[in-house]
Each structure stands twice: as C-alpha cells, then as structure tokens.
C-alpha cells in the first residue's frame, strides 16, 4: 500500500484510508474490528472517525459508539502505533452533540477528552473540526450558498482563539496535527493566516466530499492544494455507493445506505442515475472493477494524500482494497474525464 505525507509533517498514511461511520449502526463492534484486522493485513494504516458517528441514521442514543468500537479494538490488543488515528470535533448545527453550539477554544478541551477516553489512546494523530461555525457549501448546499451574512473578523478571532487551544492540547501531548473537514478556500486560507500570525499548528488536511461525480474541489480548493501543501482526505469517493453501481435500474440493495436514507443525502437524482451509466460503461470498455475504477481515479489526483472509503462487509472491504494495486491508463483516464464533461455535477 502507498504511503503519502500527511500534510507537511512527517507522519505518513496508507493513500487508502478505511472510514469508520457505519460502525455501531449498520455494522456491529465486532464487524468493525474485523474490518479494522483486514484492513491492516493490506497495508492500510489510517482510520477516520468522529465524536458524532455513527451514521445512518445519527442520533443522541448513538453519538460517540464508533469512536467506543475503536477503543475496544485497541482495548482487546490492538496495537496503537500501528494505526494513524484521526477524529472530529462537532460544531455548529449538529445538534446532538453539546446541542450543536459552535467549535470554541472553550469546547475543544472537553470534546478532545471525551474522544481520548471513547478511542482508549493518549492521542489523537489528526484532530479536525468537522464543520465550519459559519457553515458550508458541502452536502449540496452550493445550489443556494449565500455567505453575506459572514462576519470575517468574527471569524477571524474565533479561529486565533481556536488556535491557541488546539496549541495547548498538542504541548500535552493530546493531539500531534490539525485538519478542516467541509471548508473552502477562504476559509483554509484563514486558519494558515491565523496559523501565521499566532504561531499555532497549521491546517494539514481538508477533509470534503470528492470522488467523479463530485468535483467541487477542482478549481480553487485544488490550487490552495497544491500551493500551500494542505492535502486533501477525500470522504464518499464512491458517491454514497452510487458509482459501485447497485443502485442503478432502481435496485435497493436490504441493509444498503439507500434503504435507510432515501435520497442519499441528496444525491439521488435522475441526474445522477445517468452519470453512473457513463462511468459504469467506461468501467466495462477497459474491463475495470467500477468501485476500484473510482477509488484508483482519487488517488491520481494531485491535491490527493488519502482517500476514505467505507464498507458494511468484508466482501466490499476486500473489493475496494483492490484499488490500492490498479492503475489507470491514459485512455481510461480520458475517457473518465469526458464522461464528467457530459455529466458535470450530477446532484
């Protein structure tokens, strides 16, 4: 498995990175910990999680079990420095944690220790905050982003105030490097000026949504990328499971993310259906596994340092793992990108 730079630090993760959020929903403690073993056979040395999973659906009754499953993993012998470990603080509007109040230097101390205590770990490699307090683009709120209401300096202050906790944590040894998860380029760009100014950790990743049917991160956040060597940790690389092709022809696989949340978080459109057919029938031109195909698509990209993938058994587990040994020609790669110019942002 292929280790890439986690940011400008030196720890290094599997380009592969196995998310976690079905785990204690659709997934049983001891289907994760099976998940995790299989996973690390392969070479994958990254795991992904956060104080609010897991998912499908969330709930007040379930906040913090994934991050539980995974201590009892380590609990049970699972051996700490084999893993990068990474988790997210909650913020604004995801009400069952703390209510949904915003990410604060008052809350990061408690929210840091209620993930030490549920991971059973001293530390935590990647900390992210999960959210940005004055909201997102992410989750198909671009259709009607409207940022007027932002007040920068507000913001400004929030993230030097931040900063300064996040400071304190990484000098007790609680936390080693600090990520964005569904942020833009103004607002990265805002925690590395602050970063500049103040003196605390600088942002190493950005966690968003990426994968052939969901581009947004192509222009201005790939450009800060590349520049400023923010690497990017791509969540639903799979769209949900739409480009695995089992939801296509209106199948609805029983115990499948489609059979629990309707719409896929609004990716399911007509739309969307269609761009499928486009990938899937490049998949079968070049004799192509269409989950490896996607998977295999992330990591050539440039801004990429680890693409996060999920599953509900070892069978997908063992699909997906396969994408860390293929490697796309020129010709399947053109034909990918003309598939998204005939199908640009599907949902």
Known sequence: MERRKLGHTGI????????????????????GHAQIDRALDAGINFIDTAEMYPVNPI?????????????????RGGTRHDVVLATKHSGEGMRHVRGGAPITADSIPEAVEGSLRRLQ??????????????GSYMFRKNWTYDPSGMDAAAERQNMEDCLGALQAEMDKGR????GLSNESAWGTAQWLAAAERTGGPRVVTT?????????????????????????????????????TGKYQDGAVPAGSRLSLNADLGGRKTARAFAAVDA???????????PTQMALAWCM???????VIFGATSLDQLDVALGAAHLTLDAEVLADLNAAHRDHPMPY
């Not at 290094?12 to 289907?31: I, Y």
Request: glycine residues 8%; charged residues 20%; proline residues 3%.
């Open 59 to 75: 709930s007040k009754a379930t906040i913090g079990r994934t991050e539980r499953i995974i201590g009892l993993w380590l609990e």
């Open 207 to 243: 966690q968003n949504e990426y994968s052939l049917m969901c581009r947004l991160y192509d222009t201005d956040m790939a450009e800060l990328s590349m520049a400023e060597d923010v690497g990017l940790l791509s969540f639903s690389p799979l769209a949900a499971g739409l480009l």
């Open 175 to 178: 936390i080693r490097t600090f």
């Open 300 to 306: 050539t990209r440039p801004f990429m340092c680890s």
């Open 121 to 134: 770990t001293d530390y935590i490699d990647l900390y992210q905050f999960h959210w940005p307090n004055r």
């Open 12 to 31: 290094e993760v599997s380009a592969l990175c196995l998310g976690s959020m079905t785990w204690g929903t659709q997934n049983t403690a001891e289907e």
């Open 279 to 289: 990938y899937l029938e490049v998949a079968g031109k070049h004799g192509l596994d």
